[in-house]
């Protein structure tokens, strides 16, 4: 590690409890030593020893800005990606598909604010987890929220971010504004709530991808003694209308009729409002609370017959893409980041009533938005009907969906505009 091992890192306990943090130490007989982590706490630690554990699926959180307050860097064509690296979250999902793709064009120096290896984590962030070696560079690309900036190595820095209302928490743009370059958002409304939140860095719109090899398009059999079956995945927090979506939209819109089966998948055992697992006494509804692959994920879709999203609001909504990738139609609310998508002729658009507070970590942030539940039970009907006309084959609507994707929202589609802003933006010191 040359003169990293006479250097020091701060880490963060990010787990429930007090932690005896494993890490190697040549200086101990049997190679190991103990270092109490406090939960909640951020301690100083060798950047050695911090680089040794970041691989042991640790519920830590890693602050490489001491080095670009150092000055350290590395010369040019080294591009740092800083980000957390976990399949199953926002921030890290996307972190795993893009550094794969950006890795083939650039020399990258990857930091990881935190690391957690799933079932499911692309080869090409196992590879280069594998053979990491930590040094700033000029210029890095952040995917991350704004108030984890200052964790950043590089004294230029392009941020790709997102927020789930209509401003950003009290902080991030002077974050934002300090720290960062170049901003990258995934829809036109966030680049107008980062503006209105008081952020001046310039802003590009960017949006998100699909792994369309694993969220391929299947054609569904006619599952002749089975119902209609619909979908509907993420973290399912209140924001996500996991309860309205039963109370207001399935059970208005199959009131006179039993062939019908709801599929609420959580993450993170989030469902309804808060971290529980409800009891649902409705047999027509299942809730799944286990954690999938993305895998396990796309097969899942392969059972439904029609999505449903009816989110208050999303930066970008990756879930009911990846939906439409496999073949279905998708019944969503036409607003926020589903604009980018929506009136395209291959969703189902569920107008807006109105507006209601933020709620949950969100509260006071403010407003998301009211679906029109009326609209949208008439409009799951309406699926409903069309399945039984033709036969219960497969939706004409979902296969037009499904080549929508292919041609327009895959990850290199959105790793190709990203290296267009970075060209941009370093004025080609980045030649990709």
């Not at 901003?183 to 409304?189: A, G, H, K, R, Y």
Request: one cysteine or more; charged letters at 20%.
């Amino acid at each position: 590690m040359g003169d990293m091992a006479d250097s020091s890192i701060r880490v963060f306990n990010n787990a429930p409890a007090v932690k005896w943090w494993l890490v190697g130490d040549d200086q101990s007989e049997d190679g190991t030593a103990e270092i109490r982590l406090e939960p909640g706490v951020w301690t100083s630690v060798r950047e050695d020893l911090a680089i040794y554990n970041l691989l042991k699926d640790r519920q830590l959180i890693f602050d490489w800005g001491l080095r670009r307050r150092r000055g350290k860097s590395l010369p040019l064509p080294y591009l740092t990606i800083a980000t957390q690296i976990d399949i199953a979250t926002g921030y890290g999902n996307v972190a795993c598909h893009l550094v794969p793709l950006l890795a083939a064009e650039y020399k990258l120096q990857l930091y990881p604010l935190m690391y957690w290896r799933r079932e499911g984590t692309p080869k090409g962030i196992v590879d280069l987890m594998s053979r990491l070696q930590v040094g700033s560079t000029e210029w890095a690309l952040a995917i991350a929220i704004p108030s984890e900036l200052p964790l950043v190595p590089s004294p230029n820095v392009i941020l790709l971010s997102m927020w789930e209302t209509g401003h950003l928490p009290e902080g991030w743009e002077g974050r934002a504004n300090e720290y960062a370059t170049h901003i990258i958002v995934p829809c036109q409304n966030q680049r107008e709530v980062f503006e209105s939140s008081g952020v001046t860095v310039p802003i590009s719109v960017v949006p998100l991808g699909v792994n369309t090899d694993v969220y391929a398009y299947r054609e569904r059999p006619i599952r002749t003694d089975e119902p209609f079956t619909m979908l509907l995945y993420g973290v399912l927090s209140s924001r996500k209308s996991p309860i309205e979506t039963i109370m207001h939209v399935c059970w208005k819109a199959f009131r006179d009729v039993d062939d019908w089966h709801l599929i609420l998948k959580t993450r993170f055992g989030m469902a309804g409002g808060g971290k529980f697992t409800p009891k649902i006494k409705d047999p027509h509804v299942q809730l799944i609370n286990e954690d999938y692959s993305p895998r396990q994920m796309a097969d899942l879709c392969y059972q439904a017959d029609c999505g449903v999203f009816l989110s208050k609001y999303e930066g970008f909504g990756l879930p009911p893409r990846e939906m439409m990738s496999t073949g279905l139609p998708v019944v969503w609310t036409a607003a926020h980041g589903h604009l980018e998508d929506a009136y395209k002729g291959v969703t189902i658009d569920i107008p807006i009533k109105g507006e209601v507070p933020a709620s949950e970590a969100y509260a006071e942030l403010g407003g998301w938005v009211m679906p029109d539940w009326d609209a949208a039970a008439e409009a799951l009907r309406a699926q409903y009907d069309e399945w039984h006309a033709r036969g219960k084959t497969q939706s004409p609507l979902g296969t037009r969906a499904s080549a929508y994707i292919a041609t327009k929202r895959t990850w290199n589609h959105t790793a190709s505009s990203i290296q267009d802003v970075i060209q941009t933006v370093t004025k080609g010191k980045y030649h990709a």
